[in-house]
């Protein structure tokens, strides 16, 4: 009996210390300055700061606020975001070369695409955290916005390019089906 409460205190105290560890892990890694601190991320967080998502109506938006999950609901996909994305990221700057911007904008197009497909997979999380009842104003946009609502597409489907350097828009669900990046047809 004394070795199964033994175990389940041990369990416990396990458990406590890996989430404590997991928070504490998640705030570290969705610091601003941790985000640009490699040399590639630096071009995007000059746009970010230029954007009109920044300091709109005093907002003041950092990367996690797009690129991570937020909430401890969402936290396992937070730390998938970190993992993965992050060891992609990390992996590019130590093997790539970003020295310069003409070097980072000769990859953009792709990272812009993980990027989006990230955003696709998550049916725009990160966008509807701080959008939660968006009002379009043209009637192409009250048309998409009936799509959105019908769960046949998400934000990030037609809301591209709006922070950082435009590139090809890409079709994601397209591209998610056939593995491969499918351009936007004009």
């Known amino acids: 009996m004394r070795s199964k409460k033994a175990a389940a205190l041990l369990g416990a105290a396990i458990t406590l210390f890996l ?15 941790f985000c ?9 967080a000059q746009e970010l700061a230029k954007s009109t998502h920044y300091g709109r109506v005093g907002a003041d938006p950092q990367c996690k606020d797009c690129h991570v999950p937020q909430g401890i609901e969402n936290l396992h996909l937070a730390i998938r975001a970190h993992l993965v994305d992050g060891s992609r990221d990390l992996w590019r700057e130590l093997t790539l070369d970003y020295s310069d911007l003409a070097r980072f904008n000769a990859r953009r197009l792709q990272m812009a695409h993980q990027a989006r497909l990230e955003m696709k997979r998550s049916d725009s999380l990160t966008c509807r955290r701080c959008h939660r009842n968006p009002r379009p104003v043209a009637p192409e946009g ?19 390019n709006l922070v950082h ?3 090809a828009e890409t079709d994601l669900g397209k591209s998610l089906a056939t593995g491969t990046m499918v351009l936007k047809e004009e």
Request: glycine letters at 6%.
């Open 19 to 33: 989430v404590v560890l997991a928070l504490a892990g998640e705030a570290a890694l969705s610091t601003q300055a």
């Open 36 to 44: 640009t601190g490699c040399h590639s991320m630096s071009y995007p």
């Open 142 to 160: 009250k048309a998409e916005h009936q799509r959105l609502a019908a769960g046949e597409a998400t934000c990030i489907d037609c809301h591209q």
């Open 165 to 167: 350097k435009a590139v």
